[in-house]
């Protein structure tokens, strides 16, 4: 959803822009059709996932209304490249528009990427993957300080410390983080652990469980004592114990009449398991037995998925 200012950015967009540009009112304010072909992306640009259904509503909305806010573009060779407005310029084309309103002004490649990343974080667009990596960006690219940095866009030294560590992460850890499968608060502990193959097996089982913020930190720990701690448990109620739903222990109980043997159910987000225990073969012979007789456990097993 789109915000006209975002809390703790400071002086925020408008005053950014117009601290940069160093141009006078009626220069700045200066709108010109230009061809949208003649716009390129921004190629610092730390946006990098967009939402579809967003850009189809915003490219109807473009052609009902056209675009009501300029785009800001700087000169480049024969065109032009954007600055800011990344979305309206990808709804425009959607909309087949031959020309869009823009602002031209100048900039240098630090400006850009700073006015690029507070316009994005002022939508609050950015994944925090993508946050980390506008600021490493800054830092390495154009020589910022965490101090100045922190000043530019409206954040604490700390908040950008703590994104940046997530650059810490292997690959499909940060690839978890971008595409939601893993919030920050789940995946910051992981940097804990120096091995990436272990990351991503704790990563893996993190989403697999769904644990807490406190729940991966606990694990972490135990992790960081034995790294081989998730291979050894066999049963995950050893690592992570669940209460189990009432329902849930009464069709064990009644499984386990029906079966004379031990069953567990596990519940999962997306699937579930129940889990029949035998000893002998005999023993497995009388359970498929009973389990084939026209029976009335078969409503306890619609979802479920037998592990023998």
Known sequence: MSKITHSGLGKGLGALI??????????????????????????????????????????HSVLQYGVLQPVLVR???????????????????????????????EYSDAEM?????????????????????????????FGFTQELLAQKVGRSRSHIANFLRLLNLSAPVQSYIANGSLTMGQAKPLIGLAEA??????ADFIIAENLSARAVEDLVKKLIK??????????????????????VVEAEDH????LGTKVKIRSGKIKSKIEIEFYSEEDLER??????????????????????
């Not at 003649?38 to 967009?50: A, G, K, L, S, V």
């Not at 600055?83 to 602002?103: F, H, N, Q, V, Y």
């Not at 081989?228 to 009432?246: A, H, Q, V």
């Open 197 to 202: 193959d272990l990351q991503v097996e704790a």
């Open 226 to 247: 034995v790294p081989t701690y998730l291979k050894d448990c066999e049963e995950r109620e050893e690592i992570i114990p669940k209460p189990k739903e009432i329902f």
């Open 255 to 258: 499984l386990q009449a029906i």
């Open 75 to 105: 000169k480049k060779g024969t065109g032009y490249e954007l600055i800011a407005g990344e979305r309206r310029l990808r709804a425009s084309k959607l909309a087949g528009c031959k020309t869009i309103p823009a602002i031209v002004r």
């Open 287 to 308: 359970i498929l037995e009973t389990l084939t007789k026209p029976a009335t456990i078969q409503s306890s097993l619609k979802q479920g998925q037998f592990i023998v």
């Open 113 to 141: 990427t700073e006015i690029a990343l507070i316009e994005n974080l002022q939508r609050e667009d950015l994944n925090s993957i993508e946050e980390a990596r506008a600021y490493e960006r800054l830092l390495i690219e």
């Open 18 to 59: 117009q601290d940069t540009a160093g141009l006078d009112a009626d220069t700045k304010d200066k709108v010109k059709a230009l061809r949208v072909e003649d716009i390129i992306p921004n190629q610092f640009q730390p946006r990098t996932e967009f939402n579809d259904e967003s850009l189809d509503e915003l490219m």
